[in-house]
């Protein structure tokens, strides 16, 4: 999920590089010596799992998996969407340099925000009550990011007003996949790798 | 998985310092990202045109890459004339595009266009080693150069064991469908993916301190400004510099 190069405004652009550096710089404080393998290779996961293609009707949809980025690295989810939407912006012209600012806060603070929400009952033992938490997860993180798409398009100019509400119209459909997908990775690692969701814990009140 | 099809090549400007070229392609991106005037944003394109010519760039990927750019503009296009307010100039069925608005799209088209075009040519001329190299030269956070570094390096090993996993579906004769069982499938194989990368990091962690790792890389090889790069990034700087006075 991006927006291009050249269609939003200096100050969108400028707040969004302000409130992006911000977001990094508060990640890349969580992130110990440690941490920064599993925090790369996440990323380059989470990059390799937007590659896939997932049938919806005629149609497919590609994966966006912001909040489940969120619900495993917390804040250090900023860092690792920057680097992920650097290489796309470098290696396949997705996005762009002057927007890297921007498309980081679109993707990384939906992400953050649902970890803080949803974090204490990805753990719990009862299974409906992770899956349904993940779920949420996944769906309110794009939900999140598509809003914050369309409100830097209006705020670019209002004669996008139309072009927003349909940004917003066509990621519902994509939401309800994103939501079903967490839910049931969340769920799978729960049940296989619960320190994968446990790590983000100790992320967001750092020790 | 390929990832950086345009840095295998001779061009004088594949040979140009990465450091150099990222700095003039940031310039370059900034400056033409707020250009307004179509006065100034012909010159830029013609620019960067000329940038791409140099770097001789593979021209089917080139394409390729320039028509997805393009075909979300086209979106912009179905809307932009006439959602913005102005004199009219053409009618489709009841909506009016108004001149501005043509206008505006236009310039749009231009910048968008622009600014692919010279980062293909500047930073695709890159590999992406380099770029990270070059970042951890001009001082970004050594922990976001490291995060950058490994994320490359770990992206086609990470990739091929996608492939791994979904070839280990077909052969189970999964085939994707929109139903709940395919989804769930998907899940899993996300779901499979972190655990092993996760893992895998953890081994990797281990192995760096096995090396004695204490929190940043020595770096052995080194860029040289030679006075070619010199030249050439103070003639695109100033190249740059008046098309922002246009």
Redesign the interface.
């Known amino acids: 999920m991006h927006i ?7 100050p969108v ?1 400028v707040a969004g590089g302000v409130l992006a550096a911000g977001g ?1 710089g508060l990640g ?1 404080r969580r ?1 110990t ?2 941490k ?10 989470f ?3 937007s ?2 293609h ?4 005629p149609a497919s949809v590609h ?1 966006v ?1 912001n909040g ?1 980025t969120g619900l ?1 690295l917390g804040w250090m989810a900023f ?2 969407l ?3 939407l ?2 796309q ?6 996005g ?4 890297l600012g921007v498309n980081t806060c679109i993707m990384a603070a939906p992400a953050v925000a649902v970890s803080y929400l949803f974090q204490p009952f990805a753990g719990s033992l009862n299974r409906i009550l992770v899956f349904v938490s993940g779920a949420l997860c996944g769906a309110l993180a794009l939900l999140t990011s598509s809003v914050l798409i369309a409100l830097c398009l209006v705020f670019t ?1 209002r ?5 927003a509400q ?1 940004t917003v119209a066509a990621h519902v459909p994509i939401m309800v ?1 994103e939501g ?6 969340v ?3 729960r049940k ?2 619960p ?2 969701l446990g ?1 983000a814990a100790d992320v967001i009140s750092p020790a | 998985m390929n ?2 099809p345009f840095s295998r090549g001779t061009s004088a400007l594949h040979r140009r310092d990465p450091r150099v070229k990222l700095v003039v ?2 310039a370059y ?2 400056v ?3 250009m307004q005037d179509m006065a100034a944003l012909v010159p830029a394109l013609m620019l960067a045109v000329l940038l791409t010519g140099w770097a001789r760039l593979p021209w089917r990927p080139l394409l390729r ?1 320039l028509l ?2 393009n075909g ?2 086209a ?2 296009w179905m ?2 004339p006439f ?3 102005g004199t009219p100039v053409y009618h489709v069925g009841r909506l009016t595009a108004s001149r501005e ?1 043509v206008i ?1 799209a236009a310039n ?1 088209t ?7 075009l010279a ?2 040519a500047l ?2 001329t890159t590999p ?1 080693f380099d ?1 990270v190299h070059a970042l951890h030269h001009l001082r970004v ?1 050594e ?2 150069a ?10 086609d ?3 091929r064991e ?1 492939l791994r996993l979904r070839n280990a579906m077909r052969v189970r004769c999964f085939k ?3 139903s ?1 069982h ?3 499938s ?10 092993r ?6 081994r ?2 281990q192995a ?1 301190l096995c090396r004695g ?1 204490q ?1 940043s890389f020595p770096v052995y090889r080194h860029f040289s400004l030679v006075r070619s790069d010199l030249v050439f990034g103070t003639i695109m700087l100033l190249a740059i510099g008046m098309l922002w006075l246009l």
């Open positions: 291009s190069e050249g269609v939003l405004s200096a652009l990094v890349l992130m010596p440690d920064i393998p599993a925090v790369a290779l996440l990323s380059s996961t990059f390799v799992a590659l896939i997932v049938p919806l009707g994966l998996l489940l495993v860092p690792a920057l680097v992920g650097a290489l912006a470098v290696l396949f012209q997705f762009g340099l002057t927007t100019g004669h996008f007003l139309e072009v349909l996949i079903m997908l967490s839910g049931f990775t769920l799978f690692l296989v790798k320190e994968i790590a | 990832l950086d392609a940031t991106a900034v033409v990202a707020v890459r997805v750019v979300f503009v979106v912009l809307f932009l959602t913005h307010p608005g505006y749009l231009l910048r968008t266009n622009t600014i692919v980062t293909m930073l695709g992406v770029l956070p922990k976001l490291q995060v950058a570094f490994f994320t490359i390096r770990y992206l090993v990470i990739y996608y994707p469908r929109t709940l395919t989804y769930i998907y899940a899993h194989l996300v779901g499979m993916l972190l655990v990368s996760y893992e895998r990091s953890q990797v962690y760096m790792f929190g």
